[in-house]
């Protein structure tokens, strides 16, 4: 199939990428760069040694989407593109709601007038709040804490409305839980900007003697070791489960929420203990007082994308925490003078 990738050049995007053109699929990559790099193009042409084409624009563009869906001929859209920052989302929630709600909608008329109707959807297991019972089943009651959440949460509803009035729709929301890792050479993997917000880009850059410590925000939670517990999911198994929906979606109109996570927690200690092993370096850390907004649980029940998609992650916590070593020290080694 010819598929689009709206923020194509971004970490779940370009994994993503690199899944799909090895099955076969044409891919086509739509980012505006505002937080990923043109050069991933490169990276992508090394890892599978095919040219994609990338399109610099913003999915709120409409026109842009529009032609872009004509001229490569698109059959079927995975929707990455939106920003992604929790904290930054409270700070700037008109920035969060045009990215990511007006940003979908844009794409959604951009469809709708090309007859393009298979789409793939970046949600994430936030939609779920505060959690009432673990493992979280898609059937668990939805909820948002900030602006990010509530954004996913709109577009959730705005897209089983889609599904509803028209039976042609064919829409997966795919709900991630904590993607991490690095596709095995090293060549592409998360990047961020300043301070990392999230756990295990932060271990990588301790071990690599960027950060001095970690700070481990509580360990009073009614966990068994007291630190928050996770779902981790390998990004390169992320990536296969987009591949396994859009299959899905051939023979499945309608609109399906599905978890995509391990089933599994890890502790923060269990992770620093992982990345320790893995990496061979020591990462220091200090446990300092909760942050705020942070639940002491999150885990999946993956058996609905087992049952429908026939997908399951395969790849360890070991992989996991490799994978990720492997891109920072390819990445300490480019930045260091
Ligand atoms: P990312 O920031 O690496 O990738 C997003 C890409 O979208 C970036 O390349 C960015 O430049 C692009 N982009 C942002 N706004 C755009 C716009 N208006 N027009 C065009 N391009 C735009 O983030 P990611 O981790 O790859 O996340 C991809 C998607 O998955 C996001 O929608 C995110 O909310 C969702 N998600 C991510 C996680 C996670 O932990 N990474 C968890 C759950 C859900
Ligand atoms: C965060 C987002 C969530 C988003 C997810 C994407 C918040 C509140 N939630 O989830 O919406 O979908 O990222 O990956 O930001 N931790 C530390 N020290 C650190 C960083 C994190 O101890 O420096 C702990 C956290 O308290 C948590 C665990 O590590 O227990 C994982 O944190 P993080 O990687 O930020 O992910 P989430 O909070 O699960």
Redo the contacts with the bound molecule.
Sequence with gaps: MNILLTGGTGYIGSHTAVVLSQLGHRVVLLDNLSNSNAQVVDQLRRITGLDMPLVHGDVRDTPVVQHTLEKFDIQAVVHFAGL????ESVQKPVEYFSNNVQGTLSVLQAMQAHGVNTLVFSS???VYGEPQFLPLTESHPTGA??P??RSKLHVEEILADLARSDPKWKIACLR?????GAHASGLIGENPNGI?????P??AQVAWGQRTE?????ND?ATPDG????DYIHVMDLAQGHAAAIDYLKQHPGCHPINLGTGQGY??LE?VRAFERASGQAVP?RV?P???????A?YANPQKAHELLNWQAQLSLDDMCTSTWHFQQSLGRLESP
Excluded: E, H, W
């Design positions: 992604k920052a929790v904290g994430s297991a936030t804490t900030n990010y959440g991630y839980f904590n993607p991490v990392p917000n999230n756990l295990m932060f271990i970690l700070q481990v925000f509580g939670y630190t928050g517990v996770r502790s923060v992770m850390y300092t909760r942050r705020p907004g942070d639940v002491a999150c």
